[in-house]
């Protein structure tokens, strides 16, 4: 499984109609061919941080196909405006756990 983290700046202000939002979205991405987990979380040390993390089968499924849907495109529709800066997004695969 990839990792997708994508490092998500919002605007002041808006974080709860922005969490609605991404709430709203996760169906855009159960539906998505090779997408396995979807989840949002808020970075403690930025005060308008976020950080939505989403389990791909492979970054294929993630940059080329899920990226060429409609799904994708609402996706970015319904979240961007709440964007103070585009994403940071890296891809991560798991190593290890050591404990």
């Not at 990839?2 to 605007?11: F, P």
């Not at 990226?67 to 961007?80: G, H, I, P, V, Y």
Request: proline fraction near 5%; include cysteine.
């Amino acid at each position: 499984m990839i990792y997708e983290l994508a490092e998500i700046e919002i605007i002041p202000n808006s974080h709860i109609d922005f969490e609605k939002t991404v709430a709203e979205a996760a169906p855009y991405f159960q539906s998505a061919e090779g997408c396995l987990s979807f989840r949002l979380d808020k970075i403690a040390e930025k005060d308008n941080g976020y950080l939505l993390v989403v389990g791909w089968q492979s970054v294929r499924h993630h940059m080329e196909l899920f990226r060429a849907t409609d799904n994708f495109q609402q996706w970015r529709k319904l979240a961007s405006p709440f964007f103070a800066a585009p994403p940071k997004v890296v891809h991560t695969e798991h190593v290890f756990n050591a404990f």
